[in-house]
């Protein structure tokens, strides 16, 4: 099973990208599955998670700003970033529960500019 992640970039303050986490290989469900990031320096925190039957959660510092979701029929978790701001600059990993293994992707840059 591999974890694909797309989607970051460089973006101004205020702007929005979409990211991507695409899960291929033999897979017959996929349990939870999470957004993360790592600022440099900082340690690596929870952006938003959303289970396989839907529900979701996020980070205080994105509610409101981030929305989470996954299509099951393609396999693929998103996460939708709006009014981004500088702290959000990271490296943002997806991962999923597949089988009780825990699998991640490797990893987007979101660069936000003031």
């Known amino acids: 099973v591999q974890l694909q992640a797309s989607g970051g970039g460089l973006v101004q303050a205020g702007g929005s990208l979409r990211l991507s986490c695409a899960a291929s290989?033999?897979?017959?469900?996929?349990?939870?599955m999470r957004w993360y990031r790592q600022a440099p320096g900082k340690q690596r925190e929870l952006v938003a998670g959303?289970?396989?039957?839907?529900?979701?959660n996020y980070a205080d510092s994105v509610k409101g700003r981030f929305t989470i979701s996954r299509d099951n029929g393609k396999n693929t978790l998103y996460l939708q970033m709006n009014s981004l701001k500088p702290e959000d600059t990271a490296v943002y990993y997806c991962?999923?529960?597949?089988?009780?293994?825990?699998?991640w992707g490797q990893g987007t840059q979101v660069t936000v500019s003031s």
């Open positions: 959303i289970t396989s039957g839907g529900s979701k």
């Open positions: 991962n999923a529960r597949i089988a009780l293994l825990l699998y």
């Open positions: 290989g033999s897979i017959f469900r996929i349990n939870d």
